[in-house]
């Protein structure tokens, strides 16, 4: 399986302390060298990012061109069209980016994309974790990682952890 990884994934995931599930779930995970650069910029400049470290595992590796319509667009951030761009390179099987105009370009690129819920609700399902509302607590009071009610909800519920 071929998946590229956009920095906020990373980064949320380095915060909870559960990066090592990314090649537990996916195995080889590639990122372009924006990614890394944005995440090391957030972690030297963000509190709440501060220490991290990123992941010594996540294959770098730089796409070919940036050049495409869809990346002048003044919603995508560099980490983002460089790993749209490396995943239509590579034929990715998966793209995990949580922004939501990233996603969006993703699904018109034909990408299948996955953000951080889906990666903790696939490794609750494969009891990788134990349960997913701790983290989800975690990443909304520490992180600041904004989700609407609703889909908080609905997530706990597809967890089996729904009172």
């Known amino acids: 399986m071929i998946v590229v990884a956009d920095t906020s994934v990373i980064l949320n995931l380095c915060f909870l302390g559960q990066e090592p599930l990314l090649p537990l779930l996916f ?11 944005e995440f090391l910029r957030l972690a030297h400049v963000d509190a709440r990012f501060q220490g991290l470290v990123f992941p010594c595992y996540i294959q770098h590796t730089t796409p070919l061109t940036t050049a495409h319509a869809w990346a002048h667009s003044p919603v995508l951030h560099a980490g983002e069209i460089a790993a749209l761009s490396l995943a239509l390179e590579l034929g990715a099987d998966l793209v995990l980016m949580d922004e939501a ?13 996955m953000g951080l819920l889906g ?8 009891a990788l974790i134990p349960a997913v509302a701790p983290l989800l607590d975690r990443l909304q009071h520490g992180a600041r990682f904004w989700m609407a009610p609703s889909l908080r ?11």
């Open 101 to 113: 105009e990233g996603r969006a370009v993703a699904t018109t690129l034909h990408l299948r994309n």
């Open 119 to 126: 990666i903790l609700l696939l490794a609750r399902q494969r």
């Open 153 to 163: 909800s609905a997530v706990l519920r597809a967890a089996g952890e729904a009172s």
């Open 27 to 37: 195995g080889t995970v590639h990122a372009p060298p924006q990614v890394e650069a």
